[in-house]
């Protein structure tokens, strides 16, 4: 896809019609009453501290995971606000569809043109129309009403977007819109990695330091990826972020965006960052487990990687773009006095006004049990097949050979 053409984001289906329908926890924990999944913390096979987690009472006996994750912060929205929301259609996926039309997500990769929803030609009418307010003072608008922010975009690598368009730089509705335009949700994988480790031996050769040289025979040990997967679990986490502030000093967002507009340094920045918050070490438990019960005896790595949870605003001039300029900051960094010299200009010392803020927050949440996010899955764990008498040999390789 060349970067001319416009990128076409499916837009017009309401929340309520894009969540998936799972069963009823009540159903599943009968389902799996009488089996029990088992997490390992294991470096490998045989070294093994094992928490089990049952579908009944959903206790781990294990002190890694027997501390349930908060469900989201004590702020989100309301039922009456969920269901005013669940009738409107959700932010735009343009982090994810830029990347679905094969555009790379390089640091400072211009975005395509967005086509589906009308450009908000007055932020300031726009934001005066929210479909509803927060308890913290942040309107919320839809696309389909208020139109998108005519912001134009890059990628922030694969944490996710930034802009310096001049109109960030003078307005808080123009901020808010862009904030509002860009809240779609964190891309959110389950990444599952099957792996073991190999002694190896290599020749290798050693200087003696008179013009002579010699070899020796080197063991060492690697790691062997054996299989590795990802599920995607995007579509279960709720598209509105509640946006908030938690800045120390009590500035609400739209003070934040003002605070930004009237600062006058080169390398300000606003960033907004997105966090998902669900029962992680629940559904790691399941995981981990089934895929033990499936006869895997060897390494084993449940991870849950995230992206696109940064929206970051900055200013556009020389010095921000030798900031921005990854060969530019990598230079700086090693020759450390350009370095020191930028970040104290920016305010990174404690002792200093900060012009980086990074203080917003928009948290999201996954609105079902982990159980019921397992059984969703379920049918796309796998590993290959492995037995007690393969894992008899491998010992008996490791030991003898």
Same mark, same amino acid.
């Given at each position: 896809?060349?970067?001319?053409?416009?990128?076409?984001?499916?837009?017009?289906?309401?929340?309520?019609?894009?969540?998936?329908?799972?069963?009823?926890?009540?159903?599943?924990?009968?389902?799996?009453?009488?089996?029990?999944?088992?997490?390992?913390?294991?470096?490998?096979?045989?070294?093994?501290?094992?928490?089990?987690?049952?579908?009944?009472?959903?206790?781990?006996?294990? #002190?890694?995971?027997?501390?349930?994750?908060?469900?989201?912060?004590?702020?989100?929205?309301?039922?009456?606000?969920? #269901?005013?929301?669940?009738?409107?259609?959700?932010?735009?996926?343009?982090?994810?569809?830029?990347?679905?039309?094969?555009?790379?997500?390089?640091?400072?990769?211009?975005?395509?043109?967005? @086509?589906?929803?009308?450009?908000?030609?007055? $932020?300031?009418?726009?934001?005066?129309?929210?479909?509803? %307010? @927060? $308890?913290?003072?942040?309107?919320?608008?839809?696309?389909?009403?208020?139109?998108?922010?005519?912001?134009?975009?890059?990628?922030?690598?694969?944490?996710?977007?930034?802009?310096?368009?001049?109109?960030?730089?003078?307005?808080?509705?123009?901020?808010?819109?862009?904030?509002?335009?860009?809240?779609?949700?964190?891309?959110?994988?389950?990444?599952?990695?099957?792996?073991?480790?190999?002694?190896?031996?290599?020749?290798?050769?050693?200087?003696?330091?008179?013009?002579?040289?010699?070899?020796?025979?080197?063991?060492?040990?690697?790691?062997?990826?054996?299989?590795?997967?990802?599920?995607?679990? %995007?579509?279960?986490?709720?598209?509105?972020?509640?946006?908030?502030?938690?800045? *120390?000093?009590?500035?609400?967002?739209?003070?934040?965006?003002?605070?930004?507009?009237?600062?006058?340094?080169?390398?300000?920045?606003?960033?907004?960052?997105? *966090?998902?918050?669900?029962?992680?070490?629940?559904?790691?438990?399941?995981?981990?487990?089934?895929?033990?019960?499936?006869?895997?005896?060897?390494?084993?790595?449940?991870?849950?990687?995230?992206?696109?949870?940064?929206?970051?605003?900055?200013?556009?001039?020389?010095?921000?773009?030798?900031?921005?300029?990854?060969?530019?900051?990598?230079?700086?960094?090693?020759?450390?006095?350009?370095?020191?010299?930028?970040?104290?200009?920016?305010?990174?010392?404690?002792?200093?006004?900060?012009?980086?803020?990074?203080?917003?927050?928009?948290?999201?949440?996954?609105?079902? #049990?982990?159980?019921?996010?397992?059984?969703?899955?379920?049918?796309?764990?796998?590993?290959?097949?492995?037995?007690?008498?393969?894992? #008899?040999?491998?010992?008996?390789?490791?030991?003898?050979?």
């Amino acid at each position: 896809m060349g970067m001319n053409e416009p990128l076409h984001v499916p837009m017009g289906r309401p929340v309520s019609e894009l969540m998936p329908q799972v069963a009823p926890v009540s159903s599943l924990t009968d389902s799996y009453s009488n089996f029990q999944y088992t997490a390992e913390s294991s470096s490998e096979a045989g070294k093994t501290h094992a928490a089990t987690w049952d579908a009944k009472s959903g206790i781990t006996d294990a #002190a890694s995971f027997s501390a349930p994750v908060p469900m989201g912060q004590p702020v989100f929205y309301s039922d009456e606000q969920m #269901a005013l929301l669940n009738q409107q259609p959700p932010p735009p996926e343009i982090f994810y569809y830029g990347l679905k039309s094969g555009v790379r997500p390089d640091v400072a990769q211009p975005l395509p043109t967005v @086509t589906g929803a009308a450009i908000a030609t007055d $932020a300031h009418v726009a934001m005066a129309r929210p479909v509803l %307010t @927060t $308890a913290s003072g942040v309107p919320v608008v839809v696309a389909s009403s208020a139109g998108l922010s005519g912001a134009r975009t890059a990628f922030d690598g694969m944490q996710g977007i930034k802009s310096c368009d001049e109109r960030l730089q003078t307005s808080v509705d123009e901020l808010l819109l862009f904030f509002n335009t860009h809240n779609s949700r964190p891309l959110v994988g389950c990444a599952v990695e099957g792996w073991h480790h190999e002694t190896r031996h290599r020749r290798v050769r050693v200087e003696d330091g008179d013009g002579k040289h010699h070899y020796k025979t080197e063991t060492y040990v690697e790691k062997v990826t054996d299989f590795q997967y990802k599920i995607d679990l %995007t579509s279960f986490v709720y598209p509105f972020g509640y946006i908030v502030s938690v800045d *120390e000093n009590k500035l609400s967002v739209p003070q934040l965006c003002q605070k930004f507009v009237d600062d006058k340094n080169l390398l300000k920045s606003l960033q907004m960052k997105k *966090e998902v918050h669900f029962d992680f070490k629940q559904l790691h438990a399941m995981v981990y487990g089934y895929i033990r019960s499936l006869g895997w005896r060897r390494g084993l790595t449940v991870s849950f990687p995230q992206a696109n949870n940064s929206v970051r605003v900055y200013n556009e001039n020389m010095l921000s773009e030798m900031w921005e300029n990854c060969c530019c900051n990598c230079l700086m960094h090693v020759t450390i006095v350009p370095c020191i010299l930028m970040r104290l200009y920016r305010g990174d010392c404690p002792c200093q006004t900060g012009h980086a803020e990074s203080d917003i927050r928009s948290y999201f949440r996954i609105n079902y #049990a982990p159980i019921q996010v397992f059984a969703a899955i379920q049918n796309q764990l796998w590993c290959p097949g492995f037995s007690g008498m393969a894992l #008899a040999m491998e010992i008996l390789r490791n030991v003898f050979w």
